[in-house]
C-alpha cells in the first residue's frame, strides 16, 4: 500500500465519450503526475501537477487535462475518447517536484473504450 | 527523445537461480535511474534508485542495480531468486524534474 488511491477501479466508455478518472494522493504530497499504461507496455507520462499548476507534459494531445486540487486529490480529463485510449491509468504522487523524488503509485483505473 | 530499453520481456528462472535483467537508456547526460516493481495484483512500488554516488546501489528484498556510465547501463541483479519475486519489473530514468521515462518492462516468472 502506497497511500495513494485511484477511483474508478474500472471504467468502460464508447468512443466519442468523455471521462473522468480520480486519484487520491499521499497527504503532504504537493505533487502528482499520471501516465497511461497500454497492454503490454511501461507506464507513459502524461503531465505533472505541482501546487495545481501544470509542470510537464509528454507527448499527449490537450484533450488529455488536468486538475489538482489543495486537498491532495487530482482529475484526469481525457475527452472525445479512441480506441487507442484503452489502458490502465495510473497517478503517482510525490512529496515535491524534483527529479530525485520518489514516486509513489496507485493501483490505477482500467479504462475500456469501445 | 531519451528512451530506455529492457531487452529480455519474459525471464523464466528456476528458485535459487541468481538474476539479471538488462537496462539500457539512451541520454547521454546526467540521469537519475529506477527500477520499480509490479507484483501480481499490486501496485508499482520502488525496487531502488541511482542518483549519484557508488555505482552499486541496492535496494528493498535483497536486489542491487550496477550504473555503468560507459555503457548506458543499469542493470539489475539478485543472486537467488524466491518465488515471491515473480513480478513485472520497469526501469526508468529521468533526467530533469517531473518527464519519468519507463522502460517495456520484464516479466519475470519463478519456478517454485
Known amino acids: 500500500e502506497t497511500g495513494v488511491t485511484q477511483s474508478p477501479t474500472h471504467l468502460i466508455k464508447t468512443r466519442g465519450q468523455q471521462v473522468t478518472l480520480r486519484c487520491s494522493s499521499q497527504s503532504g504530497h504537493n505533487t502528482v503526475s499520471w501516465y497511461q499504461q497500454a497492454l503490454g507496455q511501461g507506464p507513459q507520462f502524461i503531465f505533472q501537477y505541482y501546487r495545481e499548476e501544470e509542470n510537464g507534459r509528454g507527448n499527449f494531445p490537450p484533450r488529455f487535462s488536468g486538475l489538482q486540487f489543495p486537498n491532495y486529490s487530482s482529475e484526469l480529463n481525457v475527452n472525445a475518447l479512441e480506441l487507442d485510449d484503452s489502458a490502465l491509468y495510473l497517478c503517482a504522487s510525490s512529496l515535491d517536484r524534483g527529479e530525485q523524488e520518489t514516486q509513489y503509485f496507485g493501483p490505477g483505473t482500467r479504462l475500456l473504450v469501445l | 527523445a531519451q528512451s530506455v530499453s529492457q531487452h529480455n520481456h519474459h525471464v523464466i528462472l528456476s528458485e535459487a537461480a541468481s538474476l539479471e535483467l538488462g537496462c539500457n537508456y539512451s541520454?547521454?547526460?546526467?540521469?537519475?535511474l529506477f527500477w520499480y516493481v509490479q507484483y501480481p495484483g499490486q501496485h508499482l512500488q520502488l525496487l531502488l534508485k541511482y542518483f549519484s554516488g557508488d555505482p552499486l546501489v541496492k535496494g528493498i528484498k535483497g536486489f542491487e542495480a550496477e550504473f555503468i556510465k560507459s555503457k548506458f547501463s543499469f542493470n539489475l541483479r539478485k543472486p537467488s531468486v524466491q518465488w515471491s519475486d515473480t513480478a513485472e519489473y520497469f526501469c526508468a530514468v529521468n533526467e530533469r524534474a517531473s518527464k519519468i521515462i519507463f522502460g517495456s518492462g520484464t516479466r519475470l516468472s519463478i519456478r517454485p
Open positions: 541520454y547521454g547526460g546526467t540521469v537519475n
